[in-house]
Protein backbone atom coordinates (compact mmCIF):
# COMPACT_ATOMS: atom_id res chain seq x y z
CA UNK A 1 0.00 0.00 0.00
CA UNK A 2 0.89 3.24 -0.41
CA UNK A 3 2.20 5.72 2.63
CA UNK A 4 0.97 8.91 3.02
CA UNK A 5 1.79 11.33 0.10
CA UNK A 6 2.61 15.03 0.24
CA UNK A 7 3.32 17.39 -2.14
CA UNK A 8 5.20 19.66 -3.21
CA UNK A 9 8.39 17.98 -1.22
CA UNK A 10 10.15 21.93 -0.77
CA UNK A 11 8.70 24.82 -1.77
CA UNK A 12 10.55 28.60 -1.66
CA UNK A 13 8.34 31.31 -1.53
CA UNK A 14 8.13 35.13 -0.86
CA UNK A 15 6.63 36.96 2.26
CA UNK A 16 3.68 37.56 1.53
CA UNK A 17 2.61 34.75 -1.13
CA UNK A 18 -0.41 32.39 -0.27
CA UNK A 19 1.28 28.73 -0.07
CA UNK A 20 -0.26 25.56 -0.15
CA UNK A 21 0.96 22.40 0.96
CA UNK A 22 -0.96 18.69 -0.18
CA UNK A 23 -1.88 15.43 1.73
CA UNK A 24 -3.24 12.20 0.51
CA UNK A 25 -3.50 10.37 3.54
CA UNK A 26 -3.67 6.23 3.88
CA UNK A 27 -6.66 4.76 2.22
CA UNK A 28 -9.20 3.51 4.62
CA UNK A 29 -7.59 6.33 7.39
CA UNK A 30 -9.88 8.14 9.28
CA UNK A 31 -7.68 10.16 11.31
CA UNK A 32 -4.90 12.67 9.24
CA UNK A 33 -2.62 15.36 10.72
CA UNK A 34 -1.02 18.14 10.14
CA UNK A 35 2.63 18.71 12.20
CA UNK A 36 5.14 21.06 11.82
CA UNK A 37 8.48 20.19 12.46
CA UNK A 38 10.96 23.41 13.55
CA UNK A 39 14.57 23.53 15.28
CA UNK A 40 12.69 25.92 18.28
CA UNK A 41 9.52 24.09 19.06
CA UNK A 42 10.69 20.40 17.62
CA UNK A 43 7.27 18.72 16.42
CA UNK A 44 3.79 20.56 16.93
CA UNK A 45 0.33 19.52 16.04
CA UNK A 46 -1.45 22.11 14.35
CA UNK A 47 -4.85 19.79 13.53
CA UNK A 48 -6.44 16.86 13.08
CA UNK A 49 -9.63 15.77 11.34
CA UNK A 50 -11.94 12.51 11.82
CA UNK A 51 -14.04 11.22 9.18
CA UNK A 52 -13.05 14.66 7.53
CA UNK A 53 -14.14 16.92 10.21
CA UNK A 54 -11.72 19.08 12.09
CA UNK A 55 -11.69 18.09 15.74
CA UNK A 56 -8.69 20.39 17.00
CA UNK A 57 -7.20 23.19 15.34
CA UNK A 58 -5.91 24.55 18.83
CA UNK A 59 -2.45 24.12 17.52
CA UNK A 60 -2.86 26.03 14.45
CA UNK A 61 -0.58 29.35 15.17
CA UNK A 62 -2.83 31.89 13.72
CA UNK A 63 -5.34 32.85 11.15
CA UNK A 64 -3.07 32.79 8.48
CA UNK A 65 -2.80 29.46 8.44
CA UNK A 66 -6.08 27.19 7.72
CA UNK A 67 -6.69 23.52 6.60
CA UNK A 68 -9.45 21.52 5.24
CA UNK A 69 -9.94 17.94 4.32
CA UNK A 70 -12.89 18.15 1.49
CA UNK A 71 -12.73 14.21 1.13
CA UNK A 72 -11.14 10.58 2.88
CA UNK A 73 -8.37 11.41 0.37
CA UNK A 74 -7.04 14.75 0.40
CA UNK A 75 -6.20 17.53 2.66
CA UNK A 76 -5.02 20.94 2.55
CA UNK A 77 -2.91 23.32 4.64
CA UNK A 78 -2.88 26.98 3.27
CA UNK A 79 -1.00 29.61 4.94
CA UNK A 80 -1.71 33.09 3.51
CA UNK A 81 0.10 35.35 3.48
CA UNK A 82 3.25 33.92 4.54
CA UNK A 83 6.28 34.79 6.70
CA UNK A 84 9.63 34.39 7.04
CA UNK A 85 8.88 32.86 10.59
CA UNK A 86 6.05 29.72 8.89
CA UNK A 87 10.01 28.34 7.29
CA UNK A 88 9.59 24.51 8.50
CA UNK A 89 8.75 21.32 7.81
CA UNK A 90 5.40 19.95 7.61
CA UNK A 91 4.41 17.02 7.76
CA UNK A 92 1.23 15.17 7.24
CA UNK A 93 0.07 11.97 8.90
CA UNK A 94 -2.57 9.24 9.25
CA UNK A 95 -4.38 6.86 11.35
CA UNK A 96 -6.84 4.20 11.90
CA UNK A 97 -7.02 5.24 15.22
CA UNK A 98 -8.29 3.01 18.39
CA UNK A 99 -9.18 0.61 15.73
CA UNK A 100 -4.95 0.02 14.87
CA UNK A 101 -3.85 1.01 18.13
CA UNK A 102 -3.41 3.97 17.29
CA UNK A 103 -0.37 3.93 15.22
CA UNK A 104 0.04 7.64 13.55
CA UNK A 105 1.85 7.08 9.85
CA UNK A 106 3.50 10.02 9.00
CA UNK A 107 4.32 11.26 5.28
CA UNK A 108 7.67 12.40 3.75
CA UNK A 109 7.39 16.07 5.09
CA UNK A 110 7.11 19.35 2.85
CA UNK A 111 9.82 21.69 3.50
CA UNK A 112 8.65 25.34 3.33
CA UNK A 113 11.60 28.18 2.66
CA UNK A 114 9.55 31.48 3.52
CA UNK A 115 12.30 34.52 2.10
CA UNK B 1 -0.67 18.01 30.00
CA UNK B 2 1.41 15.33 29.04
CA UNK B 3 5.60 16.08 29.10
CA UNK B 4 8.13 13.69 27.13
CA UNK B 5 11.60 14.71 27.93
CA UNK B 6 14.38 13.13 26.32
CA UNK B 7 17.45 13.64 28.32
CA UNK B 8 20.03 12.85 25.77
CA UNK B 9 20.62 14.81 22.56
CA UNK B 10 23.10 13.57 21.03
CA UNK B 11 24.71 9.64 21.33
CA UNK B 12 27.14 8.19 19.93
CA UNK B 13 27.99 4.26 19.45
CA UNK B 14 29.95 2.06 17.29
CA UNK B 15 28.64 0.03 14.36
CA UNK B 16 27.52 -3.39 16.08
CA UNK B 17 27.87 -1.90 19.88
CA UNK B 18 24.47 -1.83 21.76
CA UNK B 19 23.14 1.91 22.72
CA UNK B 20 19.84 3.16 24.87
CA UNK B 21 18.30 5.89 24.44
CA UNK B 22 16.30 7.35 27.31
CA UNK B 23 12.87 8.71 27.89
CA UNK B 24 10.66 9.83 30.62
CA UNK B 25 7.21 11.21 30.45
CA UNK B 26 4.51 12.48 32.72
CA UNK B 27 1.13 11.82 33.01
CA UNK B 28 -2.49 11.13 35.33
CA UNK B 29 -3.64 8.74 32.59
CA UNK B 30 -3.62 5.04 33.34
CA UNK B 31 -4.06 3.97 29.65
CA UNK B 32 -2.02 5.29 26.83
CA UNK B 33 0.35 4.33 24.20
CA UNK B 34 4.18 4.98 23.51
CA UNK B 35 6.35 5.18 20.35
CA UNK B 36 9.46 5.78 19.22
CA UNK B 37 9.95 7.30 15.68
CA UNK B 38 13.39 7.94 13.71
CA UNK B 39 14.01 10.27 11.59
CA UNK B 40 17.31 10.04 9.27
CA UNK B 41 18.81 12.77 7.60
CA UNK B 42 16.10 12.85 4.73
CA UNK B 43 13.90 13.61 7.64
CA UNK B 44 10.37 11.47 7.22
CA UNK B 45 9.42 10.55 10.45
CA UNK B 46 9.38 6.51 10.44
CA UNK B 47 7.73 4.20 13.58
CA UNK B 48 10.56 1.94 15.14
CA UNK B 49 8.67 0.48 18.01
CA UNK B 50 5.30 0.86 20.01
CA UNK B 51 4.43 -0.27 23.06
CA UNK B 52 0.27 0.13 25.39
CA UNK B 53 0.95 0.55 28.62
CA UNK B 54 -1.10 -2.33 29.68
CA UNK B 55 1.14 -4.97 28.29
CA UNK B 56 3.56 -5.96 30.74
CA UNK B 57 5.68 -7.28 28.21
CA UNK B 58 7.98 -5.32 26.67
CA UNK B 59 7.91 -4.82 22.78
CA UNK B 60 10.49 -5.77 20.19
CA UNK B 61 11.05 -5.64 16.51
CA UNK B 62 13.95 -7.41 15.66
CA UNK B 63 17.09 -5.53 16.72
CA UNK B 64 14.69 -2.71 18.65
CA UNK B 65 13.44 -3.34 21.86
CA UNK B 66 12.18 -1.36 24.53
CA UNK B 67 12.38 -1.37 28.65
CA UNK B 68 9.12 -0.08 29.74
CA UNK B 69 8.82 0.68 33.52
CA UNK B 70 5.17 1.65 34.16
CA UNK B 71 5.58 3.03 37.47
CA UNK B 72 8.41 5.40 36.49
CA UNK B 73 6.95 6.75 33.76
CA UNK B 74 10.41 5.36 31.79
CA UNK B 75 10.17 3.91 28.26
CA UNK B 76 13.64 3.59 26.93
CA UNK B 77 14.82 2.10 23.56
CA UNK B 78 17.30 -0.67 23.01
CA UNK B 79 19.35 -1.03 19.93
CA UNK B 80 21.14 -4.17 19.22
CA UNK B 81 23.90 -4.52 16.82
CA UNK B 82 23.87 -1.11 15.66
CA UNK B 83 24.43 0.12 11.94
CA UNK B 84 25.03 2.58 10.23
CA UNK B 85 21.75 3.07 8.74
CA UNK B 86 20.44 3.64 12.44
CA UNK B 87 21.88 7.03 12.14
CA UNK B 88 19.28 9.28 13.03
CA UNK B 89 16.98 11.38 15.32
CA UNK B 90 15.35 9.33 17.35
CA UNK B 91 11.91 10.86 18.94
CA UNK B 92 9.83 9.42 21.99
CA UNK B 93 6.02 9.84 21.93
CA UNK B 94 3.00 9.39 23.93
CA UNK B 95 -0.40 9.31 23.12
CA UNK B 96 -3.55 9.05 25.72
CA UNK B 97 -5.75 6.31 24.67
CA UNK B 98 -9.43 7.65 23.81
CA UNK B 99 -10.69 10.57 23.36
CA UNK B 100 -7.47 12.44 21.52
CA UNK B 101 -5.48 11.11 19.15
CA UNK B 102 -2.84 13.73 19.77
CA UNK B 103 0.76 12.57 19.77
CA UNK B 104 3.04 14.66 22.31
CA UNK B 105 6.74 14.32 20.95
CA UNK B 106 10.07 14.66 22.95
CA UNK B 107 12.86 16.89 21.81
CA UNK B 108 14.77 13.75 20.19
CA UNK B 109 18.35 12.15 20.49
CA UNK B 110 20.69 12.42 17.51
CA UNK B 111 22.45 9.30 17.23
CA UNK B 112 25.45 8.77 15.56
CA UNK B 113 26.30 4.94 14.52
CA UNK B 114 30.56 5.43 13.77
CA UNK B 115 32.39 2.71 11.51
Known amino acids: DAGVIQSPRHEVTEMGQEVTLRCKPISGHDYLFWYRQTMMRGLELLIY????????DSGMPEDRFSAKMPNASFSTLKIQPSEPRDSAVYFCASSLGFLAGNTIYFGEGSWLTVV | AQTVTQSQPEMSVQEAETVTLSCTYD???????LFWYKQPPSRQMILVIRQEAYKQQNATENRFSVNFQKAAKSFSLKISDSQLGDTAMYFCAFMKQGGSEKLVFGKGTKLTVNP
Open chain 1, 49 to 56: FNNNVPID
Open chain 2, 27 to 33: TSESNYY
